[in-house]
């Protein structure tokens, strides 16, 4: 007798085999996590905040992308990753696609938070995933650049016009926001941008590196912590506790 097997976990993400089972993994988190903070009218805990970043609140590394403020966005943004998403899935691998939307998304957040303690404007909260959709939207234009793409069915564009397009798009965004200090607020857009330019151009997203280095600080701040109640010594002895000698 056939004995019948239950399908897999990952099966179930590519519903029915519709879609590469990692972007259906990113689109299902992205659905669940949204109205989840819809229902409970609750999505600060998810924001880039640089702040928080820097006092531990390592989660929000990614959280910010997977949360969307209202419903535009996640049917736009949703559907501009089940785009382009299932060619880079394909081109790339699965784990290729699921790795570098969490590693932009990552290394947005780093780059933010550097620029929060150097430019006052880029000390803001941010949610949505559209710097991370955007910076795949140029992988992709960058793997493809002459090729057609329509967009929503009405405007044909080539990728390296998309490119184009997305890049002076953020610039104007950002401008029309509040001039210059408006630009603040896009600072994940552009370091999103930036490093999926770099990636495309053939490097490599540095993990391995990121990984020691979030071990070295962590490892750090639990040292600082952990030695507030020591006291330094003098060389002359002066705040030594007393010795005795049997």
């Given amino acids: 007798m056939r004995s019948r097997r239950s399908p897999d976990l990952g099966s179930a993400f590519t519903f029915g085999g519709r879609i590469p089972s990692g972007l259906g993994l990113l689109l299902v988190l992205i659905l669940v996590a949204t109205v989840g903070s819809w229902v409970t009218r609750d999505d600060a805990w998810a924001a880039l905040v640089p702040g928080l970043v820097l006092r531990g609140q390592v989660w929000r590394l990614v959280s910010w992308a997977f949360v969307q403020s209202d419903p535009l966005t996640l049917l736009f943004g949703g559907f501009m990753l089940y785009s382009i998403g299932q060619q880079l899935a394909f081109t790339w691998s699965e784990r290729r696609l699921v790795g570098t939307f969490l590693g932009l998304a990552a290394g947005a957040t780093a780059v933010t938070v550097i620029a929060a303690l150097l430019w006052f404007p880029a000390d803001r909260p941010h949610l949505g995933l559209w710097p991370v959709v955007n910076a795949l939207l140029l992988m992709w234009a960058m793997l493809y650049p002459d ?83 020591l006291k330094v010594i003098g060389k002359d002895g002066k705040g030594e506790p007393p010795r005795w000698m049997n």
């Fill in 147 to 229: 090729r057609q793409v329509s967009i929503w069915g009405v405007l044909p564009l080539t990728g390296k016009t998309l490119a184009l397009l997305v890049v002076f798009g953020t610039v104007l965004y950002g401008l029309a926001g509040g001039g210059l200090p408006g630009l603040g607020a896009f600072v994940p857009h552009f370091a999103a941008l930036a490093l999926g330019f770099a990636l495309s151009r053939g490097g490599r997203m540095p993990t391995r590196r990121w990984k020691l280095q979030a071990r070295e600080w962590w490892a750090e701040r639990e040292f600082r912590r952990r030695s507030k109640h």
